[in-house]
């Protein structure tokens, strides 16, 4: 659910979104993207409960996608926490966190 709003949100802000859940060598990419000429990858959290899902994503886990993001060529890595409320959603999005 969260990639999928993530997607959506982050389509509306002018990105293109190439992919879902990526393989790649050593892991997966959550979002693969285009922001004009750069490549773009996303980690998405999602959280139901008051805690920032930026917050859950962990060092080791930054350490990763940042490495997933220079194996593919990736110019830029952001972040996007999903917030899930009993009747809307907060998005939390970090550009070029890593």
Excluded: C, Y
């Amino acid at each position: 659910m969260g990639e999928i709003l993530a997607a959506w949100f982050l389509t509306e802000r002018g990105l293109a979104v190439l992919g879902r859940n990526v393989e790649v060598e050593g892991g997966e990419i959550d979002l693969l993207a285009t922001d004009g000429d750069s490549r773009v990858v996303i980690e998405v959290r999602t959280r139901a409960n008051a805690e920032d899902p930026i917050d859950a994503i962990g060092d080791g886990k930054r350490r990763q996608v940042a490495r997933l993001g220079r194996r593919i060529g990736a110019s830029r890595i952001d972040l996007v926490g999903i917030g899930l409320g009993p009747r809307h959603f907060d998005v939390h999005w970090v550009p070029d966190a890593l």
